[in-house]
């Protein structure tokens, strides 16, 4: 082969591989560069965010605001009675939950209730204008399973502190920011307050109860004499630490709603807890986080109304009844509404003008706990849409009662449970007087009552009594 050929046979190689080169180039470097860039744009995919992300709405309940001294985390389960895990899951305990009838409701903080108030009748008397100011030590009984973790949290019950602000702004806002709260400490407790007789559930048995109630323990009560000394109540009481003490706890947990520590306490809803070290009266009040919200505020006015019950000397000894009796053939009620007890007049319930009723008053109040201006049977009635007449809106001028009633229907407070306990508190009288009153009081002689005149003077701004205890 002549230099000729040879140099043919080169140029040929060279071109081959130089082929070969740039398609190895184009095709790796080249070709995706020019596809992405003439390639058509899709759209992007929305992807919905979890309610755990949405930021909150009035509807979702408020952050939990707690003081400084909360616990920033839940105390050690070592403090929680030794169960074994529950056989039906290694990790979590039996649920009740899984149960429809027992299945946590989706608990939505209520807002501000629309509650409809005329013009007093005569408001020729002065508003108060004293802050009542009360610091609340609030106590949390939340027990914990050594998985799953607070037994609030597996059940979705919701915080105390969060249904404490709540409560206390409804109250703030009810009584025209005359009562302001705050709570001042909160304690965690991971365990089952004791029982009376000395019992305290176990993880166990407390699910057993929750899931069937013949296994609930009996007696209920919570031994709230060694709450107190456990805790160091009274002694940080008497050393004006707090005002109030508020004690959170679960279903069965046994927290009565309203009582007194100390001296010169009286019934409230519970008898007064004996054998403490306070030396003045410690109110006390027990809440439900299982029950939620709104009978946060039942509990508040069932206070109320056993302690206006004390200041207007109802009894129930030999007969009379409680304030929502209405016999005018009794001689043994001498607080019947016409005879000016202005606790009967103010709690008269639509049961109290029911015409099935024989005599029946005519004109109702503001209701009280278990009755509603507009009720007319066994239940509160707070969606009972009957038009009645009532004179509740008249309280806003006591001591001036008038017995003028104006036409109402359960729209004044919304038709609902939590808007008539917010209506309630609100015409609750606020005014800046006293008032002297006088009473027939039935004295025991023997096998006979014999009437004693009683007379004294009474604060026309009845949030005094029900809020601040310097009365006693």
Known sequence: MNNKGIG????????????IISASIYGVFIQPAISKFFEPKKEQSIIPISSETQPP????????IVS?????SIPSVATVPQTKTPTSSPSKPNNPATNPATKPQNRVTPTT????????YRAIVERASNKIQKRVYLLSYEPTHPTSGPLIKYYSWVRPET????????????TSSLVQYKISEQKIIADFP???????????????????????????NADFAKILAENNICERFNNNEFDELWIFGGDNFGLDIFRFAGPKGFFGTSPVVEGTSCNKPLPIMGFNYEASYTPALANMVRRSESILREVFKVTEEGGVGSWHSYSKDSKLNPYFVKDGNFFYRFTNSGRSIDESRKDPIG????GYSGGTPTTSNSSLGSDNKRKVLSNCDEFQSFPYINNI???????????????FYYYWLMNVPKNKCFYNISWNEPIREGNNYVNKVITRPIKCNWLEYIFDFSWR
Not at 8 to 19: F, P
Not at 68 to 72: E, R
Not at 363 to 366: E, F, S
């Open 8 to 19: 043919v046979i080169v140029i040929i190689v060279i071109v081959a591989l130089t082929t």
């Open 57 to 64: 709405t009035a509807t979702q309940p408020p952050q939990a």
């Open 68 to 72: 400084d001294t909360q616990p920033q």
């Open 113 to 120: 209730p629309k509650v409809t108030l005329t013009q007093p």
């Open 163 to 174: 249904i404490s602000e709540w409560l206390i702004r409804m109250v703030r806002e009810s």
């Open 194 to 220: 004791t029982k009376i007789d000395g019992y305290k559930y176990s993880l166990n048995d407390y699910f057993a109860c929750m899931t069937d109630t013949s296994k609930c323990h009996n007696p209920d």
């Open 363 to 366: 004109i109702a109040g503001c």
């Open 405 to 419: 009633p104006r036409e109402i229907t359960c729209s004044a407070w919304g038709c609902t449970d939590y808007g």
